[in-house]
């Protein structure tokens, strides 16, 4: 079986794999990191979002054989030292952009990703339509667009150029 | 004084852990020395098994057993918790719901042998190599083929596949009303099959331990204790005290993680058998085939009106699919939670109901948010759209014209329920002005400027929740009670644990059971800790489903706080030389009324657990409470929902411009959870009414059976979601409370259709049914012939 070597949330990781196991079994079976979740198996829900160098991945739609040598971020890792929040996590607690919690990791992992590649500012609708990958059963969306559109200053420490309320 | 008491809209608790990746729902949790399964289940809709063959699986690198119907043989079936009965006072047919399909097969999804191996993929390789013999029977899937002459038999005991022939309402009183009538409307309409799809898929552990005898669930449930009941006493006779059932984090229900399912027993069972953890996760493919389903009814509607409007009789036959076998409260779900709605907000003076429940080859129908309310609600706010228009009738004057006034609650409708409170007038006049109705007729003609079809739809609804009574919900044929149970556990040094029988998951208990705490004793929030879904911690519980968990779990933590605070005093009185009835409690202190003596909460919790100057002689140390709550009625939140549409009528496609919602769910406790509560409910009204639809074949095989074919609303399928709240309390529980998980996806289906048909006005189109699809709409715009029309 293939061993992999990979760094995950800034930490040196390894493991010996099946060559069909997912990078997402990979993270929540041998590396036991259980934020990044599994929604669906066609792909659609987005709750299994991580960044793979930097860029948002389904990671139910990539082997963990693809990542060797890879930098991983996962929710676990966006705590932090300090404890603190990332802003997109601290906003989408004020906005109350989660109930169940089980689409959230994949959500804000996709956020981040979002208001990331839109240093320009987002409208609401760009949100809504950046959202499209991820399926949450709980809010309505609504307070998951609010807590986007508070994050997006925070993140490029700026204001709002687009109001989305 | 408290700030993070009733009506703050205090940030949750359980959100850290959640936003961190710290959450423990039951895929998340591993047992030493699990094995897994893996479910092999019939592709087939109906079959006879002549031969499971596991002798190659067997030998499967990794295989621990592999189990079939026959070892489930001595076992009981699936049980059901609701009993309805015919007209003719005959029982409902109650078939045996085997825990593996045991003779036939009878849906795609019916589990036929259980895999259990080292690993995941050792337990599906080898489910793989399972050669199965089954011979393929003529199968039903919809409600028409089942109930047609001749039709094939889902169960030899089940004639014309007929589960029961229910009937409730005054047939008379109904016949005389449509004698008087100076009009009668008639509507066909269709409740359009649904999948519920919680994000996390369901998934358990079964586990025992040799040392003690006890037996583990952790599975994905709104209600541990009511699995541990059915599971224990009804399928593997093991008694309560060795059964622990844990519903950890969940994420999702809306009424899918209410029932309980085969699975759940064939591990618990299987853990005892082999004497090891076993763990389950289901896949969303099997979530599609085996999580009950939701709706699926047939009605036929008939509305009696006078000259002016008033409705006279209201009239209806439905037919509701209950699947292959009987869901935990499937015979409920038409019959006492639907067919006794149809009063809805209106003072209707007589209505007659039937409902025949039919067996089909297709997974097992059971409630989904709302349950039987949605179904009520759909059918009387659009028989009351078309008659207005059939009335000539502006669709707000007939709805107002026929409201049950505020002076008249307690409201006895003619259909068993009891309304205790509302302001319907209220709701509606609130939502009409936040939803600009009154400049509705202008973005109408904005709209036309740009060639689009605008609509405007409304939703004055009401539904009964809180469930129950134990003694209506008996009467009814519920086979159990549905009160509701609270232990506060005051710590000596002040702080406080409350064990509940509600189960969060998704409702933000955490904090606002917290706040509830917070207001009554005064405790800080840091000092509240809310413990739920594990009947080892919780003494019992019902758990949540039909909006319950503040209106009858909220009042039995209010009832056990009474007791912390009643003998708290007899304890502050004996401390401070006061006659007990000159001590109250108020902002978290004792006081002697008058004077400026006072003990803190946490100088009597520390005195009653080191009861050295204590009152020994008539009263026992320790400062922890337990109170069963039973409601003494339903409770009737109601509201108005109002859609607005703009249709694109080369394309048929429907865009959601604004949603507005003005419930009175009576008292508020977190108003930012409330609102959470109302959008996401809103947005799965919205996906039934225009996206969802869970799609059988005429063979059985479900089409839309994959996130990639059945739509799930996105993002940018819902818009802002506007909501308001209007305040009638409830009368009978302390709190004032009504419920609010499920008023969203009640009142806003018909609003949305509404909407559609008032976009498509000008195209003769009278009714749509769900859901409402470009490709439906399209071929409306495209089949109206304006001049046979214009009649």
């Known amino acids: ?165 | 004084m408290v700030v993070d008491g009733i009506g703050a809209s205090v940030k949750r608790k359980e959100d850290l852990r959640f936003l961190s990746g710290r959450g423990n729902y039951v895929d998340d949790m591993n047992r030493p020395g699990q094995a897994y399964a893996q479910f092999l289940r019939s592709d087939q809709p109906h079959g006879k098994i002549n031969k499971v063959d596991i002798s190659a699986a067997l030998k499967m690198p990794g295989v621990v057993a592999i189990f079939t119907g026959d070892d489930f043989a001595a076992v009981g079936g699936v049980p059901c918790g609701w009993q309805i009965h015919s007209k003719d006072g005959s029982p409902m047919v109650e078939p045996r719901h085997p825990v593996l399909a045991a003779g036939k097969v009878r849906h795609v999804g019916d589990p036929i042998a259980m895999v259990v191996a080292e690993t995941k993929q050792q337990a599906k390789d080898a489910a793989e190599a399972i050669v199965l013999d089954i011979e393929t029977l003529p199968a039903v899937a919809g409600l028409t083929a089942a109930l047609a002459q001749g039709a094939p038999l889902v169960h030899d005991e089940a004639p014309g596949n007929v589960c029961f022939d229910w009937h409730i309402g005054d047939k008379a009183a109904v016949e005389a009303g449509f004698a008087k009538a100076h009009k009668i409307v008639r509507l066909d309409l269709i409740n359009n099959r649904l999948v519920p799809n919680a994000m996390e898929p369901r998934a358990a552990i079964g586990d025992y331990d040799v040392s003690s005898g006890e037996y583990t669930l952790y599975t994905t449930s709104q209600n541990p204790h009511v699995i541990r009941l059915l599971m224990g006493a009804f399928v593997l006779s093991i008694p309560e005290h060795k059964l622990r059932v844990v519903a950890p984090d969940v994420g999702g229900g809306f009424g899918s993680k209410i029932f309980h399912y085969a699975e759940e027993a064939a591990l618990t069972w299987a853990a005892g058998k082999l004497q090891r953890p076993i763990k389950w996760t289901a896949d969303r493919t099997e979530a599609f085939i085996t999580d009950a389903h939701g709706r699926d009814h047939i009605s036929t509607a008939e509305l009696a009106l006078d000259a002016e409007g008033h409705f006279m009789a209201l009239k209806v036959n439905t037919q509701a699919n209950m699947g292959a076998y009987l869901s935990t409260f499937a015979p409920s779900v038409p019959t006492y939670l639907s067919a006794t709605l149809l009063a809805g907000v209106y003072k209707t003076p007589a209505i007659y109901a039937e409902v025949k429940a039919v067996f089909t080859n297709t997974v097992p129908v059971d409630a989904y948010r709302g349950a039987g309310r949605p179904e009520a609600t759909f059918l009387v706010e659009r028989i009351v759209d078309v008659a207005a228009r059939e009335m000539n009738m502006d669709k707000v004057e007939i709805r107002k014209k026929n409201f049950i006034p505020k002076e008249a609650f307690p409201y006895q409708t003619p259909i068993a329920l009891q309304y205790d409170s509302g302001d319907y007038m209220a709701t509606f006049d609130g939502c009409l002005k936040a939803a600009d109705y009154a400049g509705f007729e202008a973005r109408r003609r904005a709209s036309a400027a740009k060639g689009k079809l605008r609509g405007i739809g409304i939703s004055t609804y009401v539904e009964a929740c809180g469930i129950a009574p134990s003694a209506v919900a008996g009467a009814l044929g519920a086979r159990a009670g549905l009160y509701e149970v609270a232990n506060i556990r005051v710590h000596p040094t002040g702080s406080v644990t409350v064990f509940t029988g509600a189960h969060s998951h998704g409702q933000g208990h955490e904090t606002t059971f917290a706040q509830l705490v917070s207001e009554q004793l005064g405790v800080a929030h840091d000092m509240i800790d809310i413990v739920h879904g594990d009947t080892g911690k919780v003494p019992f519980g019902m758990g949540t489903y039909g909006s319950r968990s503040l209106s009858v779990g909220g009042s039995a933590m209010v009832k056990a706080m009474d007791k912390i605070i009643a003998k708290g005093k007899k304890i502050a009185a004996h401390l401070m030389e006061a006659d007990v009835h000159d001590i109250e409690f108020k902002d978290g202190k004792f006081s002697v009324m008058g004077t400026d003596k006072a003990k803190t909460f946490g100088e009597i919790a520390l005195t009653a657990y080191v009861p050295h100057n204590y009152p020994i002689e008539e009263l026992e140390p320790g400062l922890e409470e337990t109170a069963f709550y039973d409601p003494k009625n339903f409770t009737y939140p109601g509201g108005c929902h109002i859609a607005e549409v703009e249709i694109d009528p080369d394309t048929g496609t429907v865009s959601m411009l604004n949603f507005t919602a003005v419930d009175d769910i009576g008292r508020v406790i977190n108003p930012m959870i409330v609102e959470g509560q109302i959008q996401g409910g809103v947005a799965q009204g919205i996906g039934q009414a225009l996206l969802e639809h869970a799609i059988y074949d005429e063979s059985g095989q479900l089409l839309s059976g994959s996130m990639m074919d059945y739509t799930m609303p996105r993002a940018d399928d819902i818009p802002n979601i506007s909501v308001g709240t209007e305040v009638t309390l409830c009368t009978h529980n302390p709190l004032g409370s009504k419920g609010v998980g499920e008023v969203g996806a009640i009142g806003s289906p018909p609003a949305v259709i509404n909407a559609v048909v008032d976009a498509l006005r000008d195209y003769g189109v009278r009714h749509v049914d769900m859901p409402a699809t470009p490709a439906k709409i399209w071929a409306m715009i495209e089949a109206y012939q304006p001049k046979m029309a214009a009649e």
């Not at chain 1, 990979?26 to 036991?32: A, E, M, N, S, V």
Request: a negative charge.
């Open chain 1, 1 to 165: 079986m293939p061993q992999i070597s990979l760094t995950v949330n800034g930490k040196p990781a390894s493991a010996t794999v099946e060559a069909r196991t997912l990078l997402v079994e990979l993270l929540r079976d041998k590396l036991h990191l259980t934020g990044t979740h599994v929604g669906c198996d066609t792909s659609q829900c987005g709750a299994c979002t991580v960044q793979v160098d930097g860029m948002s991945v389904k990671s139910c739609s990539m082997l963990a054989v693809q990542a060797d040598g890879a930098n991983v971020l996962t929710i676990e890792g966006l705590v932090n030292a300090d404890g603190s929040l990332h802003p997109m996590q601290a906003m989408f607690r004020e906005h109350h952009a989660l109930q169940c919690g089980y689409c959230t990791p994949g959500m804000v992992m996709s956020a981040i990703d979002l208001v990331e590649t839109h240093p320009e500012g987002l409208s609401e609708a760009q949100i809504r339509h950046g959202l499209e990958g991820n399926l949450c059963r709980c809010t309505g969306y609504h307070n998951i667009v609010k807590a986007i559109a508070a994050a997006w200053p925070l993140m490029h420490d700026k204001a709002l150029p687009v109001a989305a309320e």
